[in-house]
């Protein structure tokens, strides 16, 4: 090998080491240029050589492997990162949520179709007969169903104005014992459909309590909430639970 050769294969062997430092020192990381720099001074003493090379072909494969984990651990850095900031936030997503309809989810929607004043003639006659209830909460006047006060029509339903206001009548009876399905999660007490703990009344129907009431915005939800998730910045219980006094506990 001649003196170029040997002074060119030095100078890899400095590059390569160099890099190996910087890997060692900054999580895996190696500056790009001073594995290329490697790379050429090794090509260059290989040229300048007539016998094969597999040395220097094993440090080109070890600088190789340098960049391949460079590239692992910043993508595993830039994964988790992502991962933290999605756990909070007014845009976090949350995961594991419930799938059925949740009292929030009705509330939302309904208030996305009621007009700007609040409409309390659900439609319905009384004249004759009592209001049905799957008009939900109503009263009779005057022979019409009015929505009960704090509640609003929609569609011919009322349903509460303030998804903080719950109400566990259903509006369903139940005097041979049972309550339909379609109510939700009831329980028959003295001839009235109420809502299970956990759920509120809407439309007639029982829908389970997710929102604790906790903000997510800046930090984690509190971990004294329970198993929760953070939905666009408010702590929701996660399927399975539903929120009580905050807390979310599991369903009955």
């Not at 060119?8 to 390569?16: P, V």
């Not at 594991?96 to 929030?104: A, F, L, R, S, V």
């Not at 659900?122 to 209001?131: D, I, W």
């Not at 028959?188 to 604790?212: E, F, I």
Request: glycine share 12%; with cysteine.
């Amino acid at each position: 090998m001649g003196k170029v050769a040997i002074l060119a294969l030095f100078a890899a062997i400095g590059h390569l080491v160099d890099a190996e430092k910087q890997c060692e020192a900054g999580g895996c990381t190696p500056d790009e240029d001073v594995v290329a720099m490697a790379l050429n001074a090794e090509g260059a003493a290989c040229d300048a050589t007539s016998g094969e090379c597999e040395a220097l072909e094993l440090r080109q494969l070890r600088a190789k492997q340098l960049e391949a984990e460079a590239k692992v651990h910043q993508d595993l850095a830039e994964s988790e990162g992502a991962e933290a900031e999605s756990e909070f936030g007014d845009n976090a997503v949350g995961k594991n949520m419930w799938t059925e309809p949740t009292y929030h989810d009705i509330i939302e929607m309904m208030q996305a179709n009621m007009s700007k004043y609040c409409q309390s003639d659900s439609g319905g006659s009384c004249m004759v007969f009592g209001c049905k209830a799957s008009r939900g909460l109503t009263e009779c006047k005057g022979g019409s169903c009015m929505c009960a006060p704090g509640s609003c029509a929609v569609k011919g339903r009322c349903y509460p104005r303030n998804p903080t206001t719950c109400d566990n009548d259903s509006g369903g009876t139940c005097n041979v014992g049972f309550c339909k399905s379609s109510r939700g999660e009831t329980k028959c007490k003295s001839g009235k459909c109420l809502c299970k703990t956990g759920h509120c009344a809407a439309g007639g129907a029982c829908y389970p309590v997710t929102d604790t009431g906790g903000s997510c915005s800046v930090l984690s939800c509190a971990s004294s909430r329970g198993p929760t998730t953070c939905h666009r910045g408010r702590c929701l219980c996660t399927h399975g639970y539903v929120a009580i006094d905050g807390v979310c506990l599991p369903l009955e």
